[in-house]
């Protein structure tokens, strides 16, 4: 007799404890570790950045309503009852390259050490914590390694130490625990479309002697993208890399979340077969400027108003983005683009034609053939 299987045997996202990528400070007082943490964060302003603190105020009020003051320069001031839990807290820091934690008060699943002499016994208590730590951070000229800290790590007098007042040096550290976390991108080619207008697939119009869903998917493997042919289950097609719509009935937005419930730790560069103007130069200018702190980078038409969400690189911060449309009832990923912070690259609208027609299919092939 099978075992039962309760839950859906998902791939999770990457995370630490609390954020997709983090580190507590630990070993000085707290307004030590807010000051780092404020000074380092000017350094890194290209970066979205956010720090994880606990009150220090020894008794609130209880909330009678939650709160929540919007200001015009976008920022906001927010009093409400809500309990810290990391899974929770996964959604709320899902959109930044990383989280500072104040390791006086969290565990982080990554740690900066500062050794100040005045908190042996506060170490102490936290040394199960200190179990990944990424380099040290010399409060005074006279700072000491404890005892306790070698017999836990004879190696950690091997780790980089910086002075407290080598801000560039730790900001450039801690850039680079960024950069390392940056998502690598794969290709992804939309061909599960129903194609009513054309009458026939449009994955399969040759416009360059193949199959155009072939052509798009050599175009990002030139650049070196591990490329997927995104599919409906009832669709014949025999090639290894594809993914199947799990969110069924949704067009390009559920191969978009189907991309992500595959591999939720990449970025997916996503194109659709219908645009076989679309060529190795536009590629290598989304990939050029692409920005990864933005929840996608987007090609746009000079004189279009909106961005095109099927040339786009998707980040996976923008994952949680789409559920919550999802959720919300919407289904278009333009919709999604318009309202989340992305960069968008502009290009000639003629590199950006749809093909849904026949007879846009008849002119596009002379255009492309004559050339």
């Given at each position: 007799m099978s075992k039962h299987q309760k839950h859906a045997k998902l791939k999770l996202r990457e995370n630490d404890h609390f954020a997709p990528n983090e580190i507590s400070i630990v070993g000085t007082k707290c307004s030590v570790i807010a000051d780092l943490v404020q000074q380092v964060s000017a350094k890194l302003?290209?970066?979205?950045?956010?720090?994880?603190?606990?009150?220090?105020?020894?008794?609130?009020?209880?909330?009678?309503?939650?709160?929540?003051?919007?200001h015009s320069q976008g920022t906001a001031n927010i009093s409400a009852e809500i309990g810290l839990n990391k899974f929770n807290q996964r959604i709320q820091f899902s959109q930044y390259d990383f989280l500072f934690i104040n390791g006086n008060h969290y565990e982080g699943a990554k740690q900066i050490l500062i050794l100040d002499n005045d908190k042996e016994a506060s170490v102490l208590k936290r040394l199960d914590q200190l179990n990944n730590i990424q380099f040290v951070v010399k409060l005074t000229d006279d700072a000491k390694y404890f005892e306790f800290l070698e017999a836990k790590n004879p190696q950690i007098k091997n780790l980089l130490c910086y002075q407290i007042e080598e801000v560039d040096k730790i900001s450039k550290h801690i850039e680079n625990l960024i950069k390392e976390k940056i998502a690598p991108i794969h290709g992804l080619v939309l061909a599960g479309?129903?194609?009513?207008?054309?009458?026939?697939?449009?994955?399969?119009?040759?416009?360059?002697?193949?199959?155009?869903?072939?052509?798009?998917?050599?175009?990002?493997?030139?650049?070196?993208?591990?490329?997927?042919?995104?599919?409906?289950?009832?669709q014949e097609i025999g090639i290894e890399n594809k993914i199947t719509d799990k969110f069924v009935g949704l067009g390009p937005f559920g191969a978009?979340?189907?991309?992500?419930?595959?591999?939720?730790?990449?970025?997916?560069?996503?194109?659709?077969?219908?645009?076989?103007?679309?060529?190795?130069?536009?590629?290598?200018?989304?990939?050029?400027?692409?920005?990864?702190?933005?929840?996608?980078?987007?090609?746009?038409?000079?004189?279009?108003?909106f961005p095109e969400p099927l040339i786009?690189?998707?980040?996976?911060?923008?994952?949680?983005?789409?559920?919550?449309?999802?959720?919300?009832?919407?289904?278009?990923?333009?919709?999604?683009?318009?309202?989340?912070?992305?960069?968008?690259?502009e290009v000639d609208d003629e590199f950006i034609r749809n093909i849904n027609t026949p007879e846009e299919f008849k002119a596009a092939h002379k255009e492309i053939n004559e050339e």
């Open positions: 302003a290209q970066y979205k950045l956010a720090y994880l603190d606990a009150s220090h105020a020894e008794d609130t009020e209880q909330n009678a309503v939650d709160s929540f003051t919007f479309g129903k194609s009513t207008r054309m009458g026939t697939d449009k994955g399969t119009l040759n416009f360059y002697g193949k199959n155009q869903r072939d052509v798009a998917i050599e175009l990002l493997e030139k650049h070196h993208l591990k490329t997927y042919l995104s599919v409906r289950e009832d978009i979340c189907s991309a992500f419930q595959e591999n939720p730790d990449v970025a997916w560069l996503v194109l659709a077969t219908d645009l076989p103007f679309v060529n190795d130069e536009v590629i290598k200018l989304l990939l050029k400027h692409r920005n990864p702190s933005k929840a996608a980078t987007a090609i746009k038409g000079k004189s279009s108003e786009t690189i998707w980040e996976p911060k923008s994952y949680p983005l789409l559920l919550n449309y999802l959720g919300q009832g919407y289904s278009c990923p333009r919709k999604v683009l318009l309202n989340s912070d992305i960069e968008i690259i």
